[in-house]
């Protein structure tokens, strides 16, 4: 039954606002799927940052981690060498696999290579057992030594056997 106004007539002005009020409710409903079907059908959850206290244990405990093993590598045996007992004389080693070759020069009258010597040329092979050794062995015969002496690398150039060590410069 409709309600009674003052005067005892029907109550259209609430009608009125009650269309009002469901024509309001009905465009907030058309909005509302409207979005909904341009949105997404589900969105993914943010992930949990990592908590403060257990990233700065993390960078402070990063020092004392074990490093990863260094992979075995001998020595870079091509380059320029000087030796002691030949100053100023050249000594250089180049390398084709696990052969060397080692070029040098001889200063006359010697024992070194200075302005007033006459240098002489000479080139000599070598062979390495791989390319991690630090054994080297040395062919001395084209100039009058031993065939095969060994040496060894000495973490910055060649020892020899009779305490002469070659310097690598480069």
């Given at each position: 039954?409709?309600?009674?106004?003052r005067?005892?007539?029907?109550?259209?002005?609430?009608?009125?606002?009650?269309?009002?009020?469901?024509?309001?409710?009905?465009?907030?409903?058309?909005?509302?799927?409207?979005?909904?079907?341009?949105?997404?059908?589900?969105?993914?959850?943010?992930?949990?940052?990592?908590?403060?206290?257990?990233?700065?244990?993390?960078?402070?405990?990063?020092?004392?981690?074990?490093?990863?093993?260094?992979?075995?590598?001998?020595?870079?045996w091509?380059?320029?060498?000087?030796?002691?007992?030949?100053?100023?004389?050249?000594?250089?080693?180049?390398?084709?696999?696990?052969?060397?070759?080692?070029?040098?020069?001889?200063?006359?009258?010697?024992?070194?290579?200075?302005?007033?010597?006459?240098e002489?040329?000479?080139?000599?092979?070598?062979?390495?057992?791989?390319?991690?050794?630090?054994?080297?062995?040395?062919?001395?015969?084209?100039?009058?030594?031993?065939?095969?002496?060994?040496?060894?690398?000495?973490?910055?150039?060649?020892?020899?056997?009779?305490?002469?060590?070659?310097?690598?410069?480069?």
């Amino acid at each position: 039954m409709p309600a009674a106004r003052r005067g005892g007539g029907p109550a259209r002005c609430d009608r009125g606002r009650a269309r009002g009020a469901f024509a309001g409710l009905g465009a907030l409903l058309g909005l509302a799927a409207a979005l909904a079907e341009t949105a997404p059908a589900f969105v993914e959850a943010p992930r949990p940052a990592a908590p403060r206290r257990a990233t700065l244990l993390g960078l402070l405990a990063a020092p004392w981690a074990p490093a990863a093993p260094a992979l075995a590598e001998g020595p870079r045996w091509e380059g320029r060498y000087a030796d002691p007992r030949h100053v100023g004389c050249k000594r250089e080693i180049k390398a084709n696999g696990l052969s060397l070759t080692i070029s040098g020069t001889k200063g006359t009258p010697g024992p070194g290579c200075g302005a007033s010597d006459t240098e002489t040329a000479w080139t000599i092979p070598a062979s390495i057992p791989s390319l991690e050794s630090l054994d080297i062995v040395i062919d001395f015969s084209p100039k009058g030594g031993p065939k095969d002496l060994p040496a060894k690398w000495d973490g910055d150039g060649i020892k020899f056997a009779d305490g002469n060590k070659w310097k690598k410069l480069n």
